[in-house]
């Protein structure tokens, strides 16, 4: 038996047509048309986020009296937390925990005796003092950021114990609430 070319590419071209055929003669699969996609009508809203009954909400920190305390004071040299500040530091630490996308920088500092080391150090130790009491009420430390200012950032420039006792504190700043 002989075969031709001819024969082959009669063939092949046939094979060819068949299956583009049967390709096009397929059953055709029903497209499902893309889901709407919502429409800005320039309203702005809010996300929804579900408070507990008594959760804190970022405006308690203007009204509420205890979270409007944001200024620790400390004595001469000293870098534990007064007993009076443990109350502010229980609001503080409950509105951490109810506010987890909130952040707290701690700001450490101290009035101009000492070197400025000395100064860099002690503000350091105020602000850890205050963190710790804010994950002792349970604060996440993921929340918390110490910075020490030292003697850099006085609130009062007078000499005299008056005005050097406003400059050993820790100031509480959120920058996300």
């Known amino acids: 038996m002989t075969v031709s070319l001819s024969h082959v590419g009669r063939f092949l071209t046939l094979a060819v047509l068949a299956s583009a055929v049967a390709v096009g003669c397929s059953k055709k699969v029903k497209e499902t048309p893309p889901a709407e ?3 800005d009508t ?3 809203t809010a996300p929804v986020t579900s408070t507990a009954p008594g959760a804190y909400t970022p405006a308690d920190l203007d009204s ?6 944001r ?5 001469l040299d000293q870098d534990a937390l007064k007993p009076e500040f443990q109350a502010a530091m229980s609001c503080h630490a409950k509105y951490l925990r ?3 996308s909130a952040r707290l920088r701690l700001e450490g500092n101290a009035d101009e005796r000492g070197s400025r080391e ?4 002690l503000g350091e130790r105020r602000g ?3 963190s710790s009491a804010l994950q002792a009420n349970g604060g996440g430390a993921s929340q918390l950021t110490v910075i020490s200012y030292g003697e850099e950032r006085p609130v009062c420039n007078d000499s005299g114990e008056g005005c050097w006792s ?4 820790v100031e509480l700043v959120y920058s996300e609430k």
């Open 118 to 121: 000395y100064n860099m150090g």
């Open 166 to 169: 406003k400059n050993r504190r």
């Open 128 to 130: 850890n003092a205050v």
């Open 98 to 100: 109810d506010r987890p």
């Open 64 to 69: 509420d009296a205890c979270l409007r305390q």
């Open 42 to 44: 320039g309203a702005t």
């Open 71 to 75: 200024v620790v004071y400390f004595d």
């Open 37 to 39: 996609t919502p429409v």
